[in-house]
Structures are given as C-alpha cells and as structure tokens.
C-alpha cells in the first residue's frame, strides 16, 4: 500500500509532464495531414457510413434509426480499440526518452490513453448533436450516467495498456498480434448489433468480454434514453477497476527492466 502511495504522488509530481505528453499525442497525432485535427471526426463518420451500408441495406436490420444506434457505441468503441491495437507501442514509441530520462514509466501510457479520452470526448459532440436532430433526446436525466460509464471504460483501457505496452517492451509481436485480436473483438462486442441478438446459452460468455457490459450501457443510455441495470454497472465496473489494478501491479513487475530491452 505504502509502494502506490508513493508512486502515485510521484505521478502528481510528474503531473506537468503528463500535461505536455497529452498536448503532444493530440497534436502529433495528424501532424503533417491535410485535414488535421478534422480526422478526429471524419475517421469515425467514415466507419459510420460503411458499417450503415453494410446493415442497413446488404444485411438488412430492423433496428430503428440504425445509424444512431451503432454511432452512439462506434465512439467508444474506436477509442477503446485505438488504445488497445495502437497504445500497446506507446513505449517503444519513447524508446529514447525512456532511455535517456528518469521519469515515472506510467506517465507514457496514461497520457496516451487520456489523450485518445479527449479525442473521445470531442467526437461526442457529434453524437449529442445527431441525438439531439433525431430527436432521442427524450430523458435527459440519464445522461448522469454518462460520466460513469466513460470512466469505467476509460480505467479499463489504461489497464490493458499499462499491460499490453509493457509486453510489447519484452516481445515486439504483441503489437501485431493486438491488432487482429482488437478486429476479432469488435465483432464480439454488441457494438454493430443489440446484445438482444446473442443466444441465450451464449450470453454469459459474452459477458466475459468487459466491453461488452460498457456498450450496453452506452447504448442504454444514449439510444434507449433509460437507466443501465444496475448489474450491466456493477459487471462493468468490476471488470474496469479490476483491470486497471491488475495492470497497475504488472507494468510495475515489468517496468524494471524497460531500458534494457528497449
């Protein structure tokens, strides 16, 4: 207890450099494009309008206002894949200031993370617009819910990329092997389909996965306007906190060796 304490005041001493890591990442991000900070919204519209496409008209749906219902998960889910598939090389990526500098390693990876929770949090400006001329916006109460639901997704994703960015320090292919895992786990996460689609003998499997009780309680509150079960939080939140401790504690056993093997 007293090793975490200490480590996380060392963080807040750290606190600035975590400030100009953030400003870095969102402004490095499409340096050098033509349309800038522009593909922050045009990245996840694109993928809007094909998945739209592909359900909407090749395998038909009957899902009311398609569009809305998969763009009020698309979100978060872009930014949870992102972190996972492109997050895990976030180290290697500062090799030579790890290298060179003494600073405390998690500053990399949770100002990576918060730096994608930022781009997230802009490209729900679009959502709450599209709600808002479709006219879902029926119960705004819910809308409490939302800050929880985003920080129990975003605990989740620092943990798995304390994890996976301190492995990719010690085995490279991790990096590639994520990038195929986080397409299949997207196809097993309700984000393009209602979790009321899933056989019921396949359910809790699917529960297994912990984005899947966050999408669902996205979707609950932003398409269906109405309160997330409690357990679909509880599930959710046990899985963001439990990963984010988890990996916490790992990247700490791992992170002793970073230099060697950068």
Known sequence: MDSTIERLQELYNYREM????????IRGRYKGSALGFLWTFLNPLFQLIVYTILFSVILRNNIEQYSLFLFVTLIPWIFFGTCISEGCGCLRDTEDMIKKVYFPREVIP???VTSQFINMLLCFIIVFIALLVAGRITNPVVF???????????SLALGLVLIFSAWTVYLRDVKYMLSIITMAWQF????????DMIPGNL??????????SVIVAYRDI??????PEIETLAIACIM??????LGWHMFNRLKIKFAEFL
Request: hydrophobic share 50%; charged share 5%; proline share 6%.
């Open 222 to 227: 932003l398409y269906y306007q109405q309160v």
């Open 144 to 154: 409490v819910y939302l800050p929880l639901i985003m920080m129990i997704e975003y």
């Open 188 to 195: 097993m996460t309700p984000v393009m389909y209602s979790v």
């Open 18 to 25: 975590i400030f100009t890591q953030i400003h870095r990442n």
């Open 110 to 112: 949770i100002s990576y």
């Open 240 to 245: 963001g906190v439990g990963f984010l401790v």
């Open 203 to 212: 359910i809790k499997l699917f529960y297994l996965n912990p984005m899947t």
